[in-house]
């Protein structure tokens, strides 16, 4: 039995899905444990490309048991919408399955997101506004609805009513048109009447698969510097997509986790607002978006880039327990005659860190200390096993390992499967 959490270590958008794909293809259950529809997973495959927002990225695999976990936050709106899709392209959805403990996400979070980022002035945090925010805050303040209700008529109306009446009043503080509970509880029973069959205690299914010797896979979201206590807060998602909470939000126990893939990309991006030491405002950060395809999977926004940041897998190695490291889209530094890697930040007074990530007011004031390192000037996109690639990315690729302190299993030079080997 093996238990794998696959997780982001860098500032999200890593390329989790095309490795979740990947391993998912040996995966008897992949749960996906925290976050909502405000990040994609790109997946490239027999199906197409898809960019998966709630649903695991195991449903291209026909025997693969796909899991929504507690804690995550369901708009079911996008999910029915990203399942058509799915559907079109010939996927099968018959193992597909939502926990009833996960959080709803309504249509008011959305408005309320829209409306408390405008509110925020100049001094906005970078949400996608996609109620992501909005919708934790009410499971941490209680007054949340799950996505079991849909299933409790009486007490779905009876938890809506109570909702509404808070719901309304910011609305109405905050400039937007207050909700007509009628219409949104039709709304909700054609969610149930779409949804319904696929909503159930996920426990059971999680158990027996533990029990039963399986491979289990937990999907993560973002990553660790966008975790809601360890990343660049308030610049952060409101969930935490480190591996520690991965058995929480999947329903198992902390130890049945046993290996904790970290995946980073062989530079760095980073969408919305915050610190960014890396982050380069020149050719070469244009160079990195263009070549590749840095836009938002979910968004459409460019993201922001910059040279591998030592210091972030450092800090994120630790925080996630990391057994191994899949390095993404390697092949986008093939025509560079010199890459950079950060190695450390120079704060300040002058000193040096490199083992330790400050907090957020230092990190805007930190310079990224570089260390170069040559090309390879080749193409890697064919290349299809360790051998193949050329010395100079073994090199690369075996400091990116000695800086994380953990191996490298994996490494991709594209978006197809045949793209991925072991390192």
Known sequence: MSVTAVVGAQWGDEGKGRIIDYLAQQADVVIRFQG???????VVNEYGKHALHLVPSGIFNPNTKNIIGSGCVVNPQALLEEMNGLEAAGVSLENLWIS???????????????????????????????????AYADKAARCGL?????LQADWLETRLDNALRTVNRKLEILGGKP?????????????????????????PIVRQAIYAGEEVML????????????????????????????????GLPARAINRVIGVVKAYSTAVGDGPFPAELHDEDGERLRSEGGEFGATTGRPRRCGWFDGVAIRYAAWLNGMTGLAVTKLDVLDT?????????????????????MPDTPVLFQVKPVYEEWPGWR??????????????NAKAYVARISELAGVKVDYVSVGPERGQMFEA
Not at 104 to 124: C, F, S
Not at 223 to 250: C, E, F, K
Request: net charge negative.
């Open 36 to 42: 909502g529809d405000n990040a994609g997973h790109t």
């Open 100 to 134: 009833t403990r996960a959080q709803m996400l309504m249509p008011y979070h959305r408005e309320l997101d829209v409306l408390e980022e405008a509110a925020r002035g100049k001094d906005t945090i970078g949400t996608t506004k996609r109620g992501i925010g909005p």
């Open 146 to 150: 799950r996505m079991g209700d849909l």
């Open 179 to 203: 909700v007509d509970g009628d219409q949104l509880y039709a709304t909700c029973m054609d969610y149930r009447q779409r949804l319904g069959a696929r909503i159930v205690d996920t426990l």
């Open 219 to 250: 999907e993560g979201q973002l990553g660790v510097m966008r975790d809601l206590d360890w990343g660049i807060y308030p610049y952060v998602t409101s969930s935490n997509p480190t591996a520690s909470y991965a058995s929480s939000g999947a």
């Open 336 to 356: 560079f005659d010199v890459i950079r890697i950060c190695t450390g930040y120079e704060l300040p007074d002058g000193s040096v860190i490199t083992d330790s």
């Open 378 to 391: 080749r193409r890697t996109s064919d290349c299809r096993s360790w051998a193949d690639l050329p010395e």
